[in-house]
Nanobody, 113 residues
Framework: EVQLVESGGGLVQPGGFLRLSCAASGFTFSRSGMMWVRQAPGKGLEWVSTINSDGSSTYYADSVKGRFTISRDNAKNTLYLQLNSLKTEDTAMYYC??????RGQGTQVTVSS
C-alpha cells in the first residue's frame, strides 16, 4: 500500500521559512518522480513543484520559483520542500504526490502576521 505522510507545516510570519517533509513507503521511491501540490482555502488544487527520480531535474510553478526548493533523499525515502520568503498567498494545505491520484493527507502552512 502506497503511503505518503507529510509533516513540517505550521504558522509562520510573512518572510519566514518552513521545511516540509514527506515520508514515502509502499512503492519504489527511488524510481518515482514526485511532486508537491497545494490547495488554498476555497480554491482548487495547484501544482507547486516536481522532481525526477534521481533529483537531477526540478520544476517549479512561477508563483514559487526562486523561493521554494524541492529535494529528495532516496536513501531515506523522503521528499522535501524548502519554503523561503513566505507570503500570505502561500497559505494552503500542502500535499506530496506520487501522481495525480496518489497523495498524502497534507500538512497545513499558514502565513500570517
Amino acid at each position: 500500500e502506497v503511503q505518503l505522510v507529510e509533516s513540517g507545516g505550521g504558522l509562520v510570519q510573512p518572510g519566514g521559512f518552513l521545511r516540509l517533509s514527506c515520508a514515502a513507503s509502499g512503492f519504489t521511491f527511488s524510481r518515482s518522480g514526485m511532486m508537491w501540490v497545494r490547495q488554498a482555502p476555497g480554491k482548487g488544487l495547484e501544482w507547486v513543484s516536481t522532481i525526477n527520480s534521481d533529483g537531477s531535474s526540478t520544476y517549479y510553478a512561477d508563483s514559487v520559483k526562486g523561493r521554494f526548493t524541492i529535494s529528495r533523499d532516496n536513501a531515506k525515502n523522503t521528499l522535501y520542500l524548502q519554503l523561503n520568503s513566505l507570503k500570505t498567498e502561500d497559505t494552503a494545505m500542502y500535499y506530496c504526490a506520487k501522481d495525480q491520484s496518489t497523495r498524502g493527507q497534507g500538512t497545513q502552512v499558514t502565513v500570517s502576521s
